[in-house]
């Protein structure tokens, strides 16, 4: 698997789900110069496991906010699907109420640029994608400066979530090298 760290991160737009409401053209490309972003990927809608992932990242988000990072979230699930999801409530097993963008990527482009499309595939003579098996996303995370460059990039496989709070003082240490100026050593935290 290749990196991505220290390079531009891929171009995309598609279509997205946004406060209960369809986006199409989204791209990451309106926060360049305005802010960091911290761009995830998750295999599937309605598990309880990637449910437990967006509602943890949705209840940090103004935490992420203060340290100048937005928070934008993509799977190969449709824009429906997302859209399906964010209607059920959380306690029944739903999204409902998360306020970043969920970008869909039913097309797996943007998965395959980014290289966290699991499953075993190949391309047809057409250039078309072609699998024996769900292709679906890797637990990929990319935290993206405001130039557009990624700075940091952590994938998982499926049974292990992330850490909220690791990904938080991530956009944290980069804050403060565009800040100050300066490196973050080892167990670098904001507090010290």
Not at 7 to 29: E, M, Q, T
Not at 169 to 176: P, V
Request: hydrophobic letters at 40%.
């Amino acid at each position: 698997m290749a990196h991505l760290v220290g390079r531009k991160a891929p171009h995309f737009s598609s279509s997205a789900v946004i406060n209960g409401s369809f986006s199409k053209g989204f791209s990451l490309d309106q926060f360049i110069g305005n802010s960091n972003v911290l761009f995830f990927f998750y295999p599937k809608s309605f598990t309880g496991l990637c449910q437990s992932e967006l509602q943890a990242f949705d209840a940090q988000l103004d935490a992420f906010k203060a340290v100048d990072t937005v928070i934008v979230g993509c799977s190969t699930d449709t824009s429906d699907t997302h859209m399906a999801f964010m209607k059920v409530a959380q306690a029944d097993g739903g999204i409902q109420g998360v306020r970043y963008p969920l970008v869909s990527d039913a097309n797996k482009t943007i998965t395959t640029n980014y290289d966290v499309l699991s499953g075993e595939y190949d391309y047809t003579e057409d250039g078309l994608l072609s699998a024996d098996s769900d292709m679906v996303a890797l637990r990929g995370l990319f935290l993206i400066d405001k130039t557009g460059v990624v700075q940091h990039q952590l994938i998982n496989f499926y049974p292990l979530g992330r850490s909220v709070d690791e990904a938080l003082r991530m956009a944290s240490a980069l804050h403060h090298v565009q800040t100050h100026g300066e490196g973050c050593p080892a167990n670098w935290t904001p507090a010290g």
